[in-house]
Nanobody
Framework: QVQLVESGGGLVQTGGSLRLSCAAS????????MGWFRQAPGKEREFVAG????????YYADSVKGRFTISRDNAKNTVYLQMNSLKPEDTANYFC????????????????WGQGTQVTVSS
């Protein structure tokens, strides 16, 4: 089992920045590709960003490319999501997820999930 705990969400104005963190425990963190997903009220959960086990490869949804950066520190068992130039449409509950093997954009291919952290961007 892998336990994931997100933190760093909050209320920010349009154009502002936040950095989300996801701390993992339970298994060897570097064996897992990691992803960030988000879910806005009334909408399905969607892929935001993914990172390979080593951190050498990253993937982004088109809606966040150039604004968000995913990274990981395997020594600290933590994955991050730096979010810049935030927009009201980024408002959502953000989840981190883990899976063994390759980083994927498909939600159902991830095995472990955190409880989420709320991000609200005011206009």
């Amino acid at each position: 089992q892998v336990q994931l705990v997100e933190s760093g969400g909050g209320l920010v104005q349009t154009g502002g920045s936040l950095r989300l963190s996801c701390a993992a425990s339970g298994r060897t963190f570097s064996n897992y590709a990691m992803g960030w997903f988000r879910q806005a009220p009334g909408k399905e959960r969607e892929f935001v960003a993914g990172i390979s086990r080593s951190g050498s490869s990253t993937y982004y949804a088109d809606s966040v490319k150039g604004r968000f950066t995913i990274s990981r520190d395997n020594a600290k068992n933590t994955v991050y999501l730096q979010m810049n130039s935030l927009k009201p449409e980024d408002t959502a509950n953000y989840f981190c997820a883990a899976r063994e093997g390759l980083a994927l954009t498909i939600e159902r291919r991830y095995d472990y999930w955190g409880q989420g952290t709320q991000v609200t961007v005011s206009s």
